[in-house]
Nanobody, 126 residues
Framework: QVQLVESGGGLVQAGDSLRLSCAAS????????LGWFRQPPGKEREFVAA????????YYADSVKGRFTISRGNAKNTVYLQMNSLKPEDTAVYYC???????????????????WGQGTQVTVSS
């Protein structure tokens, strides 16, 4: 089983940047796609970004495309989410997750992931 621990959240102003990190331990990190999801207050969890095993393929929600960048450091067992030009609507608890399958058919869907971190709060003030 993989354990995932997010860090890097905080309170920032609109237009600022944050970088979230997710450290993994347990099974072989580089064998799996990884994703970031978020849950805004009072709303359902939603997809943010995903990255393939080697990092060659990335996927983004339309709402963050061009502002957020997902990357991974397999040597460090860590996945990152660089968030630039933050907006108040980016306020949410952010979760990282490990894909269930080696090659998920729908990396934007939460059901493709079977291990989740505890989440880190990101709050963007206007």
């Amino acid at each position: 089983q993989v354990q995932l621990v997010e860090s890097g959240g905080g309170l920032v102003q609109a237009g600022d940047s944050l970088r979230l990190s997710c450290a993994a331990s347990g099974r072989t990190f580089s064998d799996y796609n990884l994703g970031w999801f978020r849950q805004p207050p009072g709303k359902e969890r939603e997809f943010v970004a995903a990255i393939s095993r080697t990092g060659s393929n990335t996927y983004y929600a339309d709402s963050v495309k061009g502002r957020f960048t997902i990357s991974r450091g397999n040597a460090k067992n860590t996945v990152y989410l660089q968030m630039n030009s933050l907006k108040p609507e980016d306020t949410a608890v952010y979760y990282c997750a490990k894909a269930r399958a080696v090659v998920p058919l729908n990396p934007r869907q939460a059901y493709e992931y079977d291990s989740w971190g505890q989440g880190t709060q990101v709050t963007v003030s206007s």
